[in-house]
């Protein structure tokens, strides 16, 4: 069965550092333009990151020359290298297909705080 499985969250300070993976399982993996999607309390979910299959890579503006989204097509998993953590960024981060959705995976939860 098709699944995303996202992990690397974790409670972090201002500041700090964190990398996401989302572990895909869906044929043609490297075919489809990929993203990282984030949902605050109170808030819509938001894309924060896309990377298409060839590689090229587009980002909000909130997270630009912070957040690093990449993929590995061997492993069928796309990464989100996350520097300069502020608390806004706190969320739930998902990862999936963009632009088109397929059922959403968990999430893993991402906490900025001192």
């Known amino acids: 069965q098709a699944q995303l499985v996202e992990s690397g969250g974790g409670l972090v300070q201002p500041g700090g550092s964190l990398r996401l993976s989302c572990a895909a399982s869906f044929s043609f993996f490297s075919i489809y333009a990929m993203g990282w999607y984030r949902q605050a309390p109170g808030k819509e979910r938001e894309l924060v990151a896309r990377?298409?299959?060839?590689?090229?890579?587009n980002y909000a503006e909130s997270v630009k020359d912070r957040f690093a989204i990449s993929r590995d097509n061997a492993k069928n998993t796309v990464y989100l290298q996350m520097n300069s953590l502020k608390p806004e960024d706190t969320a739930v981060y998902y990862c999936?297909?963009?632009?088109?959705?397929?059922?959403w995976g968990q999430g893993t939860q991402v906490t900025v705080s001192s």
């Open positions: 990377i298409t299959n060839g590689g090229s890579t």
């Open positions: 999936n297909k963009w632009p088109s959705f397929m059922s």
